[in-house]
């Protein structure tokens, strides 16, 4: 967890909707860069293998980010409250 990290984005729309969590439009503060900001909602993860899962397409991204044909991934975070991964 690295704090103050959510407070580096302005979140935008919202883009896309999932079972889990959803997706904004997000800007970073210093740069002005446009970025996706996918949000998950823990509290409606009520079996801890679907958290695990989230974890892992988070580093399956992360490995992904050099590959020309996937988005690039920046950088994954846990906000203080216990409700909502980013």
Do not use: N
């Not at 974890?55 to 203080?80: G, H, I, P, W």
């Amino acid at each position: 967890h690295r704090r103050g990290l959510p407070d580096m984005y302005t979140f935008g729309k919202v883009i896309g909707v999932g079972s889990f969590g959803t997706v904004r439009i997000g800007y970073h503060k210093l740069t002005g860069q446009k970025v996706a900001i996918k949000t998950y909602e823990r509290a409606k993860m009520k079996d801890p293998q679907q958290w695990k899962r989230v974890q892992q397409e988070a580093r399956v991204m992360e490995k992904l980010s050099d590959c020309a044909l996937v988005c690039r991934y920046f950088e994954a975070f846990e906000t203080s409250s216990p409700r909502r991964a980013h």
